[in-house]
Structure formats: structure tokens, C-alpha cells
């Protein structure tokens, strides 16, 4: 693909959210939602807990898959793992990559292989992974869709409460940003009942905030 196509899919210095697959030491893939930024559209920067699987994949592994989607059940799902039946995404999601040892999902609008450059730690709970891009393919060039605030919403609200439990989980001052956080879910909560209600966001919603009262 060309630089200028890939341009459509990441936007240079500008963190946009996406989907990271890797492979776990048993072979399992695994996929977790994620931020990703570029300067040159040749190297990623991928900046993931430290706590977390997917860090200790790309330790193993030294490659990933950032797949690029607009599905939100794909981020509902792949953010809450253990929620899936057996406690895993199901394997049929996947395929393995063409020119790295990762899988990717199909079920992506676009995905980008990159192996890994480096690996450092960034503050004292997340690393910065540098990647080299191998291979940026989309089958199609997506029609542009009209702005829907629910969809953003939804989106963040998931990515925060993600970092909720992580930081109950912390000091006196971690803590104080969970609270931060959910207040914001419960805004992004009374967005999405208000414009969409009774709609699929409401539910991923609802799950959010039922995870978060437990």
C-alpha cells in the first residue's frame, strides 16, 4: 500500500485507537484495544502497560498486528477477554499474519504488521514498543461515515474503564483517577442512553457500568 493510502488509516503524530493481536507463549491469540502513533508511516509507536499480556507477548514474540476497525464489539470484546465464553476470543476471529508471527482479525477494516525495534520502559508502568511496518493492506477504502457522538463515546468509555480496575488497584493517588474515570464513563453513559437508547451501544454500556458497580 502507498504512503499516501496509509495516510487514510493513521494519521502522522496523532495517537488513534486500535486493536493489537499477538501471539501468547502457547500459540493463543489474543487481542487487546490500544493507541498507536506514527511520524513517518514506516515506524509505530506502541506504548502498552507493563502489567499487561499483550506487553509480555511482544517481549516473546517481537511482532504484532495493529488492526484498524470502526466495530464496536470488537473493542467491547477484546477489552474485556475473560467475558468471552471459555475465557478467550474465539479462535475462527483469527488468521495468522503473512509476513510476521502474529495473528490478525479478520474481521478488521484494515491491519498493519510490524515487527518490533525496541522495547523500553516509558514512567514507571508502561513501555514504549517501537515497530517497523512490514505491511499495511485494506481491502477496500471505506466511504467516509457521518460523525456520531455515541460511537466516540462509547469508544472512550471503554478505554477508561479498562484502566479502572488497574487503578483501584493502586496507591491513594491512582485511585482518585479511577474515580476520575468513572465519573466520565457515567457522563459517556448518560450520553449514549440520551441518543441512542435501547441501542447496541447502550448495551456495551450497561455491561461497562455493571463491571464497574462489581
Known amino acids: 500500500m502507498s504512503l499516501m493510502r496509509a495516510s487514510l ?5 496523532i495517537i488513534v485507537e486500535t486493536i493489537v493481536s499477538t501471539y501468547n507463549a502457547n500459540g493463543q491469540p489474543t487481542a487487546a484495544p490500544m493507541g498507536v502513533k506514527t511520524e513517518d508511516m514506516k515506524h509505530i509507536v506502541i506504548r502498552p502497560y507493563a502489567s499487561t499480556l499483550t506487553y509480555t507477548n511482544l517481549q516473546l514474540k517481537r511482532c504484532t ?12 470484546r477484546t477489552a474485556f477477554e475473560e467475558a468471552n465464553p471459555e475465557g478467550k476470543l474465539p ?28 522495547i523500553k520502559l516509558f514512567g514507571t508502568e508502561r513501555a514504549e514498543v517501537l515497530c517497523d511496518v512490514k505491511l499495511i493492506k485494506a481491502p477496500s477504502l471505506l466511504l467516509p461515515e457521518a460523525y456520531c457522538r455515541v460511537k466516540f463515546a462509547t469508544i472512550e468509555a471503554i478505554l477508561h474503564a479498562t484502566r479502572v480496575k488497574l ?13 476520575r474515570l468513572i465519573e466520565l464513563i457515567e457522563r459517556y ?25 462489581s
Do not use: C
Not at 487503578?167 to 474515580?179: C, H, M, P, S, V
Open 9 to 13: 488509516l493513521l494519521s502522522k503524530n
Open 65 to 76: 498486528v495493529i488492526n484498524v476497525t470502526s466495530n464496536l464489539e470488537l473493542y467491547h
Open 91 to 118: 479462535t475462527d476471529w483469527f488468521e495468522k499474519a503473512k509476513t510476521v508471527d502474529a495473528p490478525k482479525l479478520r474481521m478488521a477494516d484494515a491491519f498493519v504488521e510490524v515487527s518490533v525495534l525496541d
Open 167 to 179: 487503578f483501584l488497584a493502586g496507591d491513594k493517588q491512582k485511585q482518585e483517577q479511577a474515580l
Open 189 to 213: 453513559n448518560a450520553i449514549v442512553n440520551r441518543a441512542a437508547p435501547n441501542s447496541r451501544f447502550a448495551g456495551i454500556m450497561a455491561d461497562l457500568a455493571q463491571r464497574i458497580n
